[in-house]
């Protein structure tokens, strides 16, 4: 059974609700969940662990059994995810990556890379902590990962949308959300997610599923305030990497 809290998308991602426009929050209060990502100068996680660490953490808040109905989280995630699902990736080193982990959310370590997401709220109402945080200065090299789990959740990035590792943390986050609702994720521990980019070819003949809603493919279309064009499709989900999908 899904984490109840997810629910709210679910039903909103279901048959027959691909593509419809998701209408302003009912109250006006913009809100985001803050994805912190541990960034210190010598030396520097690896780009990949620490984006899966980040896909990994922003759905295992969501199925973190005080994010449901009697929850203590669930008045702050209930709200959000029946909204837009907006995520800001921040950085963080030393001591300050030591006092976000004072406030209420998951980290999830892979390697030696490490994030943590934070319950969502107020964009406007960010904890002094955490609004002090850098949102720039994200990027890092890109890696060679390797093949993932055969048996992990994957999400592939796009091979045609460039994205600084701030910018993919917040998609592979939508997108782990994304999956878990559509699949069906119970409440409890979450397993790792795999991270990595689409061939051409992959992206090509996985996109349409995602449009389709068959297979269980789920994709992340942005709504270009940064970064990206309105509409770009930045990333997509499988259930498993071991997945083959139709017509493979």
Request: proline fraction near 11%; aromatic fraction near 4%; hydrophobic fraction near 45%.
């Amino acid at each position: 059974m899904t984490a109840p809290v997810l629910d709210l998308l679910a039903g909103r991602y279901g048959a027959g609700a691909r593509g419809r426009e998701i209408a302003p929050e009912a109250d006006g209060v913009v809100r985001a969940m803050p994805v912190v990502l541990r960034i210190e100068r010598d030396p520097l996680p690896a780009r990949t662990p620490l984006l899966e660490a980040a896909a990994t953490a922003a759905v295992a808040v969501c199925a973190d059994p005080r994010a449901q109905p009697g929850g203590e989280w669930h008045d702050a995630v209930a709200p959000w995810v029946d909204g837009r699902i907006r995520k800001i990736a921040r950085r963080a080193r030393g001591a300050h990556w030591r006092a976000v982990q004072e406030l209420p959310g998951v980290t999830v370590r892979v390697g030696d890379a490490e994030a943590r997401a934070l319950l969502p709220g107020p964009v406007d109402e960010a904890p002094k902590v955490v609004s002090r945080l850098q949102i720039g200065g994200t990027e890092l090299p890109a890696d060679e990962p390797g093949a993932p789990d055969p048996g992990a959740p994957l999400v592939l990035l796009s091979p045609y949308a460039p994205m600084t590792v701030g910018k993919a943390a917040a998609q592979v986050g939508h997108a782990t959300m994304l999956l878990a609702a559509a699949a069906g994720w119970p409440v409890g521990p979450v397993p790792v997610c795999a991270v990595r980019t689409a061939t051409p070819r992959d992206w090509a003949r996985l996109c349409p599923a995602a449009d389709d809603g068959t297979g269980g493919v789920v994709g992340v279309r942005d709504a270009g305030f940064t970064e990206v064009d309105p509409g770009t499709m930045t990333c997509l989900a499988l259930p498993r990497a071991g997945y083959a999908a139709p017509g493979r």
